[in-house]
């Protein structure tokens, strides 16, 4: 499986600023995706980062609010905007390969919003 | 609406014996079950998985069950070991909204108590 690192690991922030949160592979992925574990809730998914062009959302999520980049197959950004208390969540990457089924999960970046 | 359910939050069980961790969904669409493992300040870890076309599916202490007439699936450890603790997670891919988007559940809480 591939490896996953993201950047922070956690920070906090002040409400009504924003955050860009990286994720690196050290392998050609696929698929990348973005999700967000709110406290004592399940994982759901954010979006669906495409390489060289915009990302596909769910519902709920809108790209103002979630910007995401994906330059390359290696590399993804998911910027929080205009925080509120309510964006405190940890926020995970996953990947996966075409012909697999698994997600394979960063370490998560752990938001605390003030 | 969530779709795929852990009931129990929490589930403690005496090392060497079986720990048995239930998931039930919704959506008869489902076509493919994970369950993941979650330590504290990590992503979740992808254990085991099952396509809706069997019933069983068995890697070493893990077995994943499969019952598509009552949409449950459960996760069997045997022997349970300390190191076995950490938040279970299951999750289903909806076959209809994508090839690779999960649903998660809410997560068990496993202590394996030595």
């Known amino acids: 499986s591939a490896v996953i690192s993201q950047k922070p690991s956690r920070d906090i922030c002040q409400r009504g600023t924003s955050l860009t949160i990286q994720c690196q592979v050290d392998s050609q992925v696929t698929m990348m995706f973005w999700y967000r574990q709110q406290p004592g809730q399940s994982l759901t998914l954010i979006a669906t980062?495409?390489?060289?062009?915009?990302?596909?959302?769910e519902s709920g999520f809108v790209i103002d609010k979630f910007p995401i980049s994906r330059p390359n197959l290696t590399f993804s950004t998911l910027t929080v905007s205009n925080m509120s208390p309510e964006d405190s969540s940890i926020y995970l990457c996953?990947?996966?390969?075409?012909?697999?089924?698994?997600?394979?999960f960063g370490p998560g970046t752990r938001l605390t919003v003030t | 609406d969530q779709q795929v359910k852990q009931n129990s939050p929490s589930l403690s069980v005496q090392e060497g014996r079986i720990s048995i961790l239930n998931c039930d969904y919704t959506?008869?669409?489902?076509?493919?079950f994970l369950w993941y493992k979650k330590y504290p300040a990590e992503g979740p870890t992808f254990l085991i998985s099952?396509?809706?076309?069997?019933d069983k599916n068995e890697d070493g202490r893990f077995t994943v069950f499969l019952n598509k007439s009552a949409k449950h699936l459960s996760l069997h450890i045997v022997p349970s070991q300390p190191g076995d603790s950490a938040v279970y997670f299951c999750a289903a891919r909806g076959k209809a909204t994508g090839a690779n988007n999960l649903f998660f559940g809410t997560g068990t809480r496993l202590t394996v108590i030595p």
């Open positions: 996953s990947v996966s390969q075409s012909r697999g089924h698994e997600q394979y």
């Open positions: 099952i396509s809706s076309i069997k």
């Open positions: 959506n008869s669409m489902f076509d493919y």
């Open positions: 980062a495409n390489q060289g062009s915009e990302a596909t959302y």
